[in-house]
């Protein structure tokens, strides 16, 4: 079992930045393959990014590309999207998601955390 839990949402201005961690415990955290999903108001859950379990490959949506980063660092336990350049259309909540390899499918993610809300104003 892996529990994850998310932090950094907020809310920030178009044009803005975010940083959001996601940290994980129960198992050993470099087995997992992570990702960061997200899901507007009335909107199906979407992929935004991935990242492979050494963090040497990445994968983003193309709707992210270029304005967001994710990483992560093994030694605590933790995954991170940087999101810059925000824009009203990235409002939703963002969950992360731990699975065996890198996808952009949910349903290749076993575990997931509670989200968090990141509004961004115009």
């Known amino acids: 079992q892996v529990q994850l839990v998310e932090s950094g949402g907020g809310l920030v201005q178009a044009g803005g930045s975010l940083r959001l961690s996601c940290v994980a415990s129960g198992r050993t955290f470099s087995w997992f393959a992570m990702a960061w999903f997200r899901q507007a108001p009335g909107k199906e859950r979407e992929f935004v990014a991935a990242i492979t379990r050494r963090g040497d490959t990445t994968y983003y949506a193309d709707s992210v590309k270029g304005r967001f980063t994710i990483s992560r660092d093994n030694a605590e336990n933790t995954v991170y999207l940087q999101m810059n350049s925000l824009q009203p259309e990235d409002t939703a909540i963002y969950y992360c998601?731990?699975?065996?390899?890198?996808?952009?499918?949910?349903?290749?993610?076993?575990?997931w955390g509670q989200g968090t809300q990141v509004t961004v104003s115009s």
């Open positions: 998601a731990a699975g065996p390899r890198r996808d952009y499918r949910l349903g290749s993610y076993d575990y």
